[in-house]
């Protein structure tokens, strides 16, 4: 036995070995652009998500939800102004 305690050997020639032997920058390139494609990703998801909510809202049902005041009706039983000039 090599020591007492027992040891995990780790591969030395994967991918994100290669990558920490890289200089700082190169990294910080590499991490952004993984952060960039991620982000696109989530937010073409997200722009396609909004697009089927939009094509199945009924602004009718809601409309009628909200039981807004008709405002043309309101308007019509104010009295009228006349300006004297």
């Given at each position: 036995m090599k020591n007492s305690?027992?040891?995990i050997e780790i591969p030395r020639?994967?991918?994100?070995t290669k990558i920490q032997g890289l200089s700082e920058?190169?990294?910080?390139i590499i991490l952004w652009s993984?952060?960039?494609?991620?982000?696109?990703?989530l937010f073409t998801f997200y722009?396609?998500?909004?697009?089927?909510?939009?094509k199945s809202f009924e602004i009718e049902k809601f409309k009628e939800e909200l039981?807004?005041?008709s405002f043309g009706k309101?308007?019509?039983?104010?009295?009228?102004?006349?300006?004297?000039?």
């Open positions: 305690k027992s040891e020639h994967g991918p994100i920058a190169t990294r910080k993984v952060m960039i494609i991620i982000g696109l990703g722009i396609k998500d909004v697009q089927k909510r939009l039981q807004l005041p309101e308007l019509k039983k104010l009295p009228k102004l006349e300006i004297q000039r």
